[in-house]
């Protein structure tokens, strides 16, 4: 898949392994509605992100940084404004958070994370490896999973990497696998 900034979740995959990992997720904690706003719209993730700082090639200025930093807080806004539900504002704000801490808005860490940003995390971060971006090729899906074990415990759940890497293991093929 190629990366297109002007569409909700640039390729409309990382859903599809948020559903892998659904069973790891408490069973009616994102109602129906709410799952498939996700499932069809993707996160309201990038709001505020010019496509110029979305494609950028090269690092980012102090300033464009501060817009990266912030976005989770204006699409959680979005989600709240929309009156979904508290698990979806959750994700949206929470799934730029790291493991170890080091992530953003807020610096979260371990189970401080919500379980439900901590698995988006996982879907959405596989989905950006495997995914042709302007400034590098698509990942293969055994590079991509190896980047994902490199990932854990420091940016990523240890043990959602774990499962999510064993449903993929146990796929015949999938989306960014070349198969």
Known sequence: PEYDPTTPASSGLDYLYFDSLLPWYPPRSIPWHDYLILNRCGLPDAYGVSENILNCEGPLDDAEIHIMRNHPLWG????????????????????????????????????????????????????????????????????????????????????????????????????????
């Open 76 to 179: 959680a806004d979005v989600a709240r404004q929309a009156r979904l539900t508290e698990a979806v504002v959750n994700i949206v704000l929470s799934h730029h958070e790291r493991f170890d801490g080091k992530g953003y808005p807020a610096g979260l860490k371990d189970g401080d994370i919500p379980l439900e940003a901590r698995i988006v995390a996982v879907a959405d971060i596989y989905d950006a490896l495997i995914t042709k971006r302007p400034y590098r090729k698509a990942y293969d899906r055994d590079k991509a999973m190896e980047m994902l074990v490199s990932m854990k415990g420091n940016v990523l759940d240890p043990e959602l990497v774990d499962v999510f890497c064993d449903i993929l293991s146990q796929e015949n093929s999938s989306p960014g696998s070349g198969q």
